[in-house]
């Protein structure tokens, strides 16, 4: 009997029903459908270049995991004063089979040139799919720096046949205080 309760307790897990939950790679125990949080498992965002400055495109790298294969896709951006809002969705048609495993998810945003000065990216997932609200998932604070001057150094590679010149940026900033 005790064989039997161990069976359907696997079989409930390994279906994913409400309730059974899902060890992520990082041990952390999340639950499916709407028991879980906008967030999934984790999120987190990248600034590139990391260290920019007001003359350098500026990119948004948004990553994480997700309970399923249905996962957050980028919807849109907006900045306001030196605040950047990064908006993901997760929005499919009613339906839609999704796998029961925990799958990485990544999108880029091209923002642009910023003005010098400190800057807050703010991604918020919306989970129309699941019917879960939407939820601030990760933030991080930059600088755009002013660019005093570039520097380019000569590099010399140096092989038994050939010497090889390649060029090394250096970009120099403002001491900070």
């Known amino acids: 009997m005790r064989r039997m309760g161990l069976l359907i307790a696997t079989l409930v897990a390994l279906a994913g029903l409400p309730g059974a939950g899902v060890k992520t790679a990082s041990?952390?125990?999340?639950?499916p459908s709407k028991t879980r949080q906008a967030c999934g498992p984790s999120a987190?965002?990248?600034?590139?270049?990391?260290?920019?400055t007001q003359d350098d495109d500026v990119q948004v790298s948004a990553i994480g995991d997700w309970y399923d294969t249905c996962i957050p896709a980028f919807q849109s951006h907006q900045i306001d004063n030196n605040v950047i809002?990064?908006?993901a969705i997760v929005d499919y048609?009613?339906?839609?089979?999704?796998g029961?495993?925990?799958?990485?998810?990544?999108f880029m945003v091209d923002v642009g040139k910023l003005l010098t000065g400190v800057y807050e990216v703010n991604l918020y997932i919306t989970d129309?799919?699941?019917?879960v609200p939407t939820a601030l998932?990760?933030?991080k604070s930059f600088t755009v720096f002013t660019e005093v001057s570039r520097i380019y150094l000569p590099i010399i590679n140096w092989?038994?046949?050939?010497?090889e010149e390649t060029r090394f940026l250096m970009t120099l900033l403002p001491k900070s205080n």
């Open 27 to 31: 041990g952390q125990e999340t639950f």
């Open 44 to 52: 987190q965002i990248n600034v590139i270049p990391s260290l920019p």
């Open 85 to 87: 809002r990064v908006d």
């Open 93 to 98: 048609p009613p339906g839609t089979g999704c």
């Open 100 to 106: 029961d495993i925990i799958t990485p998810w990544k």
């Open 128 to 131: 129309t799919f699941n019917q």
């Open 137 to 139: 998932c990760a933030t």
């Open 159 to 163: 092989t038994l046949d050939k010497a």
